[in-house]
């Protein structure tokens, strides 16, 4: 069998590590405990921190027990950022994070068996610390011009940096000293972006305990200019439904660029190295069929929304544009994939024609070349072509009684609610 620390490196996910070759040799010689860990400053975790998640079950996968952290203190903190000072939620807003992202994280793992997950929360060890401890078993770890000399500090120092934020590196390393004490935890993960962070960590457990620890780190996923993956023109790309439907999530991976597609097959799926490398031979060969970004959409959304999701998914994205019918799509589908498309609200008593439609959509510029496109054949509702521009979006013309699907041509979509 592949080696799990060969097949990482195979897929793009080794961009740091401490000595290679030791930490080689600990997880060839039997099953080791690690950890990753997730901050609640948001609801939701989000693809940046879907990569974080699939590493540790590739890891858990190999025979390895993973712990989840979420970090209940270091969330009401917040990790220092370039831009300024982060913004404080309250106690109550983080535990309901804490909540909820820690059953997020829990469907991506196995929490039974000999190598079960264990979801833990830095709150346990933090909450009942002492400010006298924390100083003298914790800070007399750390020399400040080691800290003011970390980029994320450097590059605050003039405009102004809290000491709250700047502590920040002493509660993660801390995170790891308690892991490595508790549960046997002798590797860390994490973004590269946390490198800093995790290091510091593995020379806390060296000067607190004399112990030999680990750490790697992923790469920053980039798109081809070089900017982050995972925000979109809408926002951020979301694991949760309720902030991002299965079926805008799916679209976010079908809009996956050609030069970046198959780093993300490796890097987001499952398939095994031979199956990506069949799946590029045919990108390459007939890109315009986007069969990657497809097989990458179905088998990422599988993995975050399930099976079901993706097929409803992807039977909007056929119905939308005609190859399938409109009718067969769950009411819930069909609005997100109108929503995504720019739908507009409509009144109901004010009894809106498609010209209407096609203009409050955007599809239109005007009444007059909205009237001009159904002329030419141009316009469709519900992927029928209109003849009448006073057609009103009214009755059958409804689906589920509420929406209708507009298209201008071949390819510009949207679509109207009227109630």
Known sequence: ??????????????AHSTDRDALRAELS??????YVGFDPTAPSLHIGNLLQILT??????????PLLLVGGSTGLIGDPKEAGERVMNTKETVADWVNRIASQVSRFVDLDGANGATIVNNLDWTAGLSTI??????????PVNRMLA???VSSRLESGISYTEFSYVLLQSMDYLELHRRHGCVLQTGGSDQWGNITAGVELIR????????ALATPLITKADGTKFGKTESGTVWLDPELMSPYAFYQSWIQAEDSKVVEYLRQFTFLELHEIARVEAEHVQKPGLRAAQRRLAAEVTTLVHGAEETAAAELAARALFGRAELEDLPEATLAAALREAGAVDL???DQPTIVDALVATGLADSKSAARRAVGEGGAYVNNERVTDPELVLAGDLLLHGSWAVLRKGKRSISGVSVS
């Open 347 to 349: 009144l109901a008593a």
């Open 56 to 65: 540790a079950r590739r890891l858990q996968l190999a025979g390895h027990k």
């Open 133 to 142: 401890d924390y100083l003298r078993d914790i800070g007399k770890h750390f």
């Open 150 to 152: 970390r980029d994320v």
């Open 29 to 34: 010689e039997g099953p080791i405990t690690y």
């Open 207 to 214: 000067r607190a305990d004399g112990d030999k620890v680990h």
């Open 1 to 14: 069998m592949t080696h799990v620390l060969d097949d990482l490196e195979a897929r793009g996910l080794v």
